[in-house]
């Protein structure tokens, strides 16, 4: 069955970074693309962006471009997420998630547990 | 960026009624809408995807409609299980989502 394992809480301080890890199985990686979506407390689903892991190619959301790098390892079915310059609306829960596709304008169909990211001083 | 308004952005109903969640576009997005569900404390879960088509494994009393920039999520016979937060997503450009209409029992 499909599973997308996220790695561990974090917490962390202002101007530090954070790189969360997304574990997949279960399914063919590099046929899928992977999203990542971010949620802070209480509030809605953000779009951060979007990794081809077929050849690496990445969309990042205007917001946090410049501060986002999502990465891959194909031998070992993982995908990054880095976030550098950490503020503190940055404290959120980060979700990885398949997409049906590779085009990166597909729905996500498999989603992580999610990681919860504290950046507090 | 496109951004996506939904309403209510909170709703009270029964079991066994009928909900309708609708969702704009702030410009055209063709029928690359979705919907998801988010239970507290939980992963989103995909319910339908452009515009209409159902996920599977997930009940037919879910169902979508809509074009161009009017969206709506029909949720016909409520059941306890259903009582949660549902979000709209555009994937026509860069995705985007809308704020969110959190279901509540009455």
């Known amino acids: 069955q499909v599973q997308l394992v996220q790695s561990g809480p974090e917490v962390t301080k202002p101007g530090a970074s954070v790189k969360v890890s997304c574990k997949a199985s279960?399914?063919?990686?590099?046929?899928?693309?992977i999203s990542w979506v971010r949620q802070a407390p209480g509030q809605g689903l953000e779009w951060m962006g979007w990794?081809?892991?077929?050849?690496?190619?990445?969309n990042y959301a205007q917001k946090i471009q410049g501060r986002v790098t999502m990465t891959t390892d194909t031998s070992t079915t993982t995908a990054y997420m880095e976030l550098r310059s950490l503020r503190s609306d940055d404290t959120a829960v980060y979700y990885c998630?398949?997409?049906?596709?590779?085009?990166?304008?597909?729905?996500?169909?498999?989603w992580g547990q999610g990681t919860l990211v504290t950046v507090s001083s | 960026d496109i951004q996506m308004t939904q309403s209510p952005s909170s709703l009270s109903a029964s079991v066994e009624d009928t909900v309708t969640i609708t969702c704009r576009a702030s410009?055209?997005?063709?029928?690359?809408v979705n919907w998801y569900q988010q239970k507290p404390g939980k992963a989103p879960n995909l319910l339908i995807y452009?515009?209409?088509a159902l996920q599977s494994g997930v009940p037919s009393r879910f169902s979508g409609s809509g074009s161009a920039t009017d969206f709506t999520l029909t949720i016909s016979s409520l059941q306890p299980e259903d009582f949660a937060t549902y979000y709209c997503?555009?994937?026509?450009?860069?995705?985007?989502f809308g704020q969110g209409t959190r279901l509540e029992i009455k």
């Open positions: 998630a398949r997409d049906e596709g590779d085009s990166g304008y597909d729905p996500n169909d498999y």
């Open positions: 279960g399914y063919t990686f590099i046929n899928y693309g």
């Open positions: 990794i081809s892991t077929y050849n690496g190619n990445t």
């Open positions: 410009q055209y997005v063709g029928a690359y």
């Open positions: 452009a515009t209409s």
């Open positions: 997503q555009q994937t026509y450009t860069s995705p985007s």
